[in-house]
């Protein structure tokens, strides 16, 4: 880690002598060191990447300007990381941000700090209060914005002088006097008033719910009006709470009735029926919730993009209830990503996250790997979805690969994947990372029964790659002929690769269901 920060900061402090070289390559690595903060499951990963972020902001503070919004977004909602040492980071990172960003700041300070000022009042980290003090301090510094916080926190007076008096850190105390003489000197009167004035202010939150238009706003001569009419009156029934006794039975009546529904009359039917039943799984018991899910699956196919509209709220009972209901929830995912693919792109962001956390879980029981194996086969069936969210997929089922206390069953599985996945997606920038990983298990004298699956993910890499993979094959085969490995599709696939002839992989190889995309080869190696 040490070695990627000096890394990062000497390639920062480069964009000024050559930017047009070194520019590009720096925002994409701040889009994915983003995107990671954002989006992974591993918390130590995200304390790195904002590690990783504190730095290239210090350094190249022409390339940070234009990305200030994007860069607070992605770190405001780390700031309350369960992880402490996430938190710190994201603290360290906030504070290089309003040195460099400056006045950009300003119109973020109602965003800012409150969230700095909870972090100062946390008792269980010294190290997190005095990240915070110092962050308060370069804000208010580089904006200008003095007495503005002791005006809108009120309690932001006593807790300085408290924390003067109370910690037991020089250094904690010290930057507490640094922010008193930042902040500057308020009317002891006018601070007496503003303390006296204060008034706590209530939140309300508010449900919104479609409801089914009346009857009366249809015709009896529509062609959906039947269909609607008893909808209606099946959804009046799961409602309500008193008659749960027959809802199963409602369920599998409004089912049958969809499933004879023509395609072309489905679309006026579908905001009778998804609203109250969403509706419902928010409220019942977690049996009952599980079948609805079950029940969602077979409705996803017949209503077709008509549910679509409906899918942010789906998406949020998934979020709800993921770990109550995750061998029920991700059969579901796996529908919607099949039936409405574009629609399905959107929720991916919120999605993956909760997917790479079952597969980086360090607590589970030892018999406890199912949703592992059932994630895998999720983003198998994601497949192209996944394409802006390879940078955080692959390291994490490389990492499931090389856990040595994972069931070999499990392991297999995801060395599977990730040759199943090489079908669908452009796995170029990735070719090391895998690769490298797959050799340490050849090597493994206690991983002889990963030797196969191994070596037939590597067939899948030789033809998606293809002359990308040139410079893999002696390092495979030193590992091979030391361990007296074979295998005869690896070795007919690298032979015609170096003669740069047409590679072809045996039918059902690894059993994509999936059309492979056409192997890349070329006219010189």
Request: net charge negative; with cysteine.
């Amino acid at each position: 880690m040490d070695i990627r920060e000096l890394v990062i900061r000497i390639i920062g402090r480069l964009s000024i002598r050559n930017p047009a070289f070194v520019m590009p390559s720096l925002r994409k690595t701040l889009v994915q060191l983003l995107t990671e903060l954002e989006f992974s499951g591993d918390s130590r990963n995200k304390a790195e990447s904002a590690t990783l972020l504190k730095n290239l902001i210090s350094s190249s503070k022409q390339l940070i300007g234009p990305y200030v919004d994007g860069i607070l977004k992605a770190l405001l909602p780390k700031l309350r990381d369960p992880s402490p040492q996430v938190a710190l980071a994201v603290l360290a990172a906030l504070g290089d941000l309003s040195r460099v960003a400056g006045p950009k700041m300003r119109p973020h300070l109602d965003e800012l700090l409150p969230l700095i000022i909870e972090c100062a009042q946390d008792q269980s980290s010294s190290s997190k209060r005095q990240v915070a003090i110092e962050a308060l301090g370069q804000l208010v510094g580089s904006t200008g914005a003095v007495i503005v916080p002791y005006v809108q926190y009120p309690q932001l007076m006593d807790l300085l002088l408290g924390m003067l008096k109370s910690e037991q850190l020089p250094s904690i105390r010290q930057s507490v006097l640094r922010n008193l003489g930042i902040l500057g000197a308020l009317d002891p009167y006018k601070y007496k008033t503003i303390q006296l004035d204060l008034k706590g202010q209530e939140e309300s939150e508010q449900r919104e719910r479609e409801l089914a238009s009346t009857l009366s706003t249809l015709s009896p001569s529509s062609e959906s009006y039947q269909t609607i009419v008893a909808l209606m009156a099946l959804m009046r029934i799961l409602s309500d709470p008193s008659l749960g006794v027959h809802h199963t039975q409602t369920i599998e009546t409004t089912m049958k009735i969809l499933e004879q529904v023509e395609q072309k009359e489905v679309g006026p039917i579908v905001p009778y029926i998804v609203p109250p039943f969403l509706h419902v799984m928010r409220q019942c018991d977690a049996q009952f919730r599980n079948y609805l899910f079950q029940q969602l699956v077979r409705m996803v196919p017949i209503c077709g993009e008509y549910i679509s509209d409906h899918l942010k709220h789906v998406f949020e009972l998934t979020r709800l209830f993921w770990k109550e209901s995750l061998f029920v929830i991700l059969p579901l995912v796996e529908e919607v990503s099949v039936v409405l693919s574009d629609h399905f792109k959107v929720h991916l962001p919120n999605l993956i996250p909760q997917m790479l956390s079952v597969l980086s879980s360090t607590t589970r029981e030892a018999d406890d790997w199912a949703p592992t194996s059932m994630v895998l086969h999720a983003l198998e069936v994601f497949g192209k979805n996944l394409d802006d969210y390879l940078h955080l997929v692959i390291p994490a089922i490389v990492r499931l690969v090389e856990q040595t206390h994972a069931p070999a069953a499990v392991r297999i599985s995801a060395i599977e994947t990730l040759g199943r996945l090489a079908f669908q997606l452009d796995f170029s920038d990735y070719a090391s990372r895998i690769s490298h990983p797959l050799a340490r298990i050849l090597e493994s004298p206690s991983a002889t029964d990963l030797h196969k699956p191994t070596m037939d993910t590597l067939c899948a890499l030789v033809y998606q790659l293809g002359a990308d993979y040139s410079i893999i094959i002696p390092m495979i085969n030193k590992v091979c002929a030391k361990h007296g490995i074979s295998h005869a599709t690896y070795e007919d696939l690298v032979a015609r690769l170096l003669k740069n002839l047409p590679m072809e992989l045996p039918d059902g190889f690894l059993a994509q269901s999936q059309a492979p995309v056409v192997s890349r080869t070329s006219s010189t190696l």
